[in-house]
Each structure stands twice: as C-alpha cells, then as structure tokens.
C-alpha cells in the first residue's frame, strides 16, 4: 500500500534538527567545575542530551529529579546553558538542505520539542530558523510534553495539515511514541543522541534515517 502524500514535516530539535549537545554538555561541565568536579569527556554526556536537565544532571552528577540537591543544579545548569545557547550548536550535516527543499516544494515545517520555550525561541531565532518554521512548539506551549502527542496535534494545525499527512522526526523512543499516538508517520533519526535504553530498532518508527539526506526520499 502507498503511504499518504507528506504535506508536512516535524521535528524534534535535539538531536534532530541541531547538534545541541557541545553547548548542553558545555554548560553541565561547567557546573561541575564550579563543584570542583573534572569535566566529563563530551562522547560521555552526549547520549545524555534528549533527556535535557535530567539527563545531563543524572550523567553529571548521580542524581535525579527526586534526590534532594536537584533542583538548585538543575536551575543552575540551565541558567549557564541560557547564557551561552549557540555558541557550538550547529543543524546537522544535511538539515539545511532538507529545510530548504521542504520549502522549495511548499511543504510546511515545524518544530516540536519537550524544550522549554525560553530556550527553543532564542535557539531557533540563533540558528536563523524561527521564521523560516511555520510552527515552532515547545514543551511547555501544552500541557503534558512528549510522548503525549498534543504537541504534535499543536504543530500540525499550525502547519494546517492533518496529523495523517504529516510525519515526525526524531532521536528518542518518546519521540516515536508521541507520533503513533498522534496517528502521524514516524522517523528514527539514527544520527542523533538516541538516549541510554532500548535500541531504536524496537522503537517500532515506520521509517529509519542514518543521514538528514535519507529523509526526502521519504517525501
């Protein structure tokens, strides 16, 4: 059976659409020196990054959301990560290009993130993507983020497409889980972070990418 016509295109955006982990892993060793705590080698935080401060505050430091002390590393972490939010953060090798043909051909694009939007909007405007994106929703522009799939059902009729024409890129199972749940087509996007647990083999995407390149034949 031929799949639906793509009208439009979502991403997640850590991981997917931009190589954000140098300026999140820079601003987690930077907590850690001023712990006086050595900096963690960047291959060791990066497959940290797509569970954002938790993430990074568990690889950095050993503790979780519900371990006392958290908090005030968390509000600390994401304070020097404000502070220096696209010094490193580069789109992956490709992306640039997939964007451009996406709108060569008039398919909208956005963004659908569990980042908050004091992060996503001054990234995107950084990256030079903030009005180029027909949608741009972060994890607080909805109640309950991902895997929830409001965010994407937000996006999609920002894009003015039906969830069942538009597919979902991203690197973390949360993100596979949020499309199905949103009656969209999923993309493992293999070149990404992919966090610490199942193999995204057994995420269950309809479709696997190891290059932004391999998306447009998808089209």
């Not at 990256?127 to 949608?135: I, M, P």
């Not at 497409?161 to 596979?176: A, H, L, P």
């Amino acid at each position: 059976m031929n799949e639906p016509r793509t009208r439009g295109v979502l991403f997640d955006l850590d991981g997917t659409l931009a190589d954000t982990a140098p300026d999140l892993g820079g601003a987690l060793n930077r907590l850690r020196i001023e712990r006086g705590l050595p900096e963690l080698p960047a291959d060791t935080l990066r497959p940290h990054t797509s569970a954002g401060a938790r993430g990074l505050i568990g690889a950095g430091f050993g503790v979780t959301p519900e371990d006392a002390g958290y908090t005030e590393l968390a509000d600390r972490f994401l304070t020097l990560y404000a502070s220096a939010i696209c010094v490193h953060t580069r789109l992956f090798d490709g992306m640039g290009e997939v964007l451009t043909r996406l709108e060569q051909a008039d398919i909208p694009w956005g963004v659908v993130t569990n980042k908050a939007a004091r992060f996503t909007v001054p990234l995107m405007r950084e990256l030079g993507l903030h009005e180029r994106a027909a949608s741009i929703v972060s994890g607080d522009s909805v109640p309950v983020p991902k895997p929830d799939p409001a965010g994407l059902r937000l996006a999609a009729s920002e894009l003015g497409v039906e969830v069942g024409d538009c597919i979902y890129v991203g690197d973390d199972e949360r993100d596979i889980q949020a499309a199905r749940a949103a009656g969209m087509r999923s993309v493992t996007a293999a070149f990404g972070y992919l966090g610490c647990a199942r193999h995204h083999s057994e995420w269950g995407a309809d479709h696997t990418i190891h290059h932004p390149l391999e998306l447009l034949p998808l089209l």
